[in-house]
């Protein structure tokens, strides 16, 4: 059994359809429905390793995947999780190619 394998949640001949909005889509050899997206670089690392092509999906919109399905892993980023600290204030930054406004800070996963 491969590394791969052996990650918990991971599921094999998903069907990619239901998770796009076009609804189209054969089946993947892998799935993995990702919560924690500190996992990710590992779940990388692993496909990497075993030479496994890899896409990470997030919510779907505007994604059609061939009738043919996907050779490889699909990463689900099911990361939701935001924050905002009502205690620290971001401070904007003058002088700089981009200018960040000042205002509270917002901690979001990459999924959300």
């Not at 924690?36 to 997030?58: R, S, T």
């Not at 990361?79 to 406004?101: C, F, H, L, N, Q």
Request: glycine share 12%.
């Amino acid at each position: 059994m491969s590394k791969l394998e052996q990650i918990e949640g991971l599921e094999k001949g998903k069907i990619l359809g239901p998770l796009t909005t076009f609804q189209m889509g054969g089946e993947a050899d892998y799935y993995l429905p990702l919560k924690d997206v500190m996992k990710l670089p590992e779940v990388i690392e692993i496909c990497l390793e075993e030479e496994i092509p890899y896409i990470i999906l997030g919510w779907g919109s505007n994604l059609i995947f061939s009738d043919k399905g996907f050779r490889g892993l699909v990463i689900h980023n099911l990361g939701r999780k935001m924050e905002v600290d009502e205690e620290v204030m971001a401070r904007g930054i003058e002088g700089e190619t981009s200018y960040r406004p000042a205002g509270r800070l917002v901690s979001a996963d990459s999924g959300i």
